[in-house]
Structures are given as C-alpha cells and as structure tokens.
C-alpha cells in the first residue's frame, strides 16, 4: 500500500511503460495476487485521493489495466 501526504507524489513505471502518477493525499495498493505482468494484466485498488495513468502501448487482446475505486470519477484523452 502506498499513501502520499500533504505534500508527497509518487511515480510508478510498470513493467508495460505505463506510468502511475500517485498525487498528494492519497492511498493505492497494488495487490502481488491481483498484479501479473506476465500475463500483462495490471490491477490497482484506490482508497482515495488523486492518480494520473499514462498507458504507452496499445492494449493487445487479452491484456488489462484496471482501476478498482470506492467512488469513480474517469477521464480519458487520446484513442489510436
């Protein structure tokens, strides 16, 4: 589990070259049974707070990025 305070960012690079951007006062878990990048599948569990995701590569059949949330609130910019 990761949590940022008031004044804390954490950047994280994933084995696929996405990058998780963790903001001030938050709480992520990144769960070893739920991660398999062997399998390219990456799934996150937020509590709170504020991330910024950054997928650089198209996601093959088979493959997900999945972002378990209490509340959900999305945006999504750019489609190849």
Known sequence: TLITGKDGNVDILLPNESIVRIKPNSKLKINVELWE???NKT???MFGGRIFVQVNQKLAKGEEFK???TTQVAGVRGTS
């Open 37 to 39: 990048p062997s399998l």
């Open 43 to 45: 799934k996150l569990q």
């Open 67 to 69: 972002i378990h949330t």
